[in-house]
């Protein structure tokens, strides 16, 4: 049987307490736990803050807007830590955080030397990596308006469709939750669609200016 109430207890009642208090900042300040600590799930706290919105508790564009800021703002937390300790102190910080596998910060980083900027924007569309990809971003260095920009546009990618999802479910949001996997590779689809999309009108533009 599905939960139909705001939960009481655990990490989504931490969060559903802290947006009772605070409001949509509150859902920007769990989102940003959860960029910084990958054992708490936006799959979790997006949803559980769209439901929020959805009982009128906050404003729809509100929630998203504060869990954009809540990503950005714990993404440059953890960008800091890569850029000031470097690699190894870096990593041996992170590999401490619970359910954090060594083999998932090799991943980011084999994602961040592959693609670079577009690691960043995608990370953020994929659990767990969505919090490492800021650790090798930070200790390259990455140019922090460009870190800035593409993790706001993946992050706000990502919010919109889980605190919406939540909004539309309602009492059901815990569905979100449980089939977040699925709801994650949608949404990677769905921005490679879009971005194909930008890049075939600016070279369809591009050749019909040529031959004007």
Not at 90 to 102: G, Q
Not at 183 to 192: D, F, G, N, P, Q
């Amino acid at each position: 049987m599905i939960e139909t109430t705001t939960p009481a207890g655990g990490i989504a009642g931490w969060a559903a307490h802290i947006m009772e208090s605070l409001g949509a900042p509150g859902a920007g300040l769990a989102n940003a736990v959860d960029t910084v600590f990958p054992f708490v799930p936006s799959e979790l706290i997006l949803p559980l803050a769209g439901f929020t919105a959805g009982q009128g508790r906050m404003s729809l564009a509100a929630t998203i807007f504060w869990a954009t800021v809540g990503s950005i703002v714990g993404s440059l937390v953890v960008y800091a830590a890569g850029a000031l300790l470097g690699r190894d102190r870096t990593r041996a910080l992170v590999e401490r955080i619970p359910l954090v596998k060594a083999h998932e910060i090799d991943r980011a980083e084999a994602w961040f030397a592959r693609h670079g900027a577009k690691a960043v924007f995608f990370a953020r569309m994929v659990p767990v990596l969505r919090s490492l990809i800021s650790v090798p971003a930070g200790i390259e260095r990455m140019p922090v308006v460009t870190f800035t920009v593409f993790t706001a546009l993946g992050s706000l990618i990502w919010n919109t469709a889980f605190v919406l999802a939540g909004y539309w479910l309602g009492d059901n949001w815990v569905l979100v939750e449980k089939y977040g996997g699925l709801v994650s590779k949608a949404v990677v689809i769905v921005a490679l669609a879009g971005l194909a999309y930008v890049i075939v009108a600016r070279v369809t533009r591009s050749r019909a200016r040529h031959r004007a």
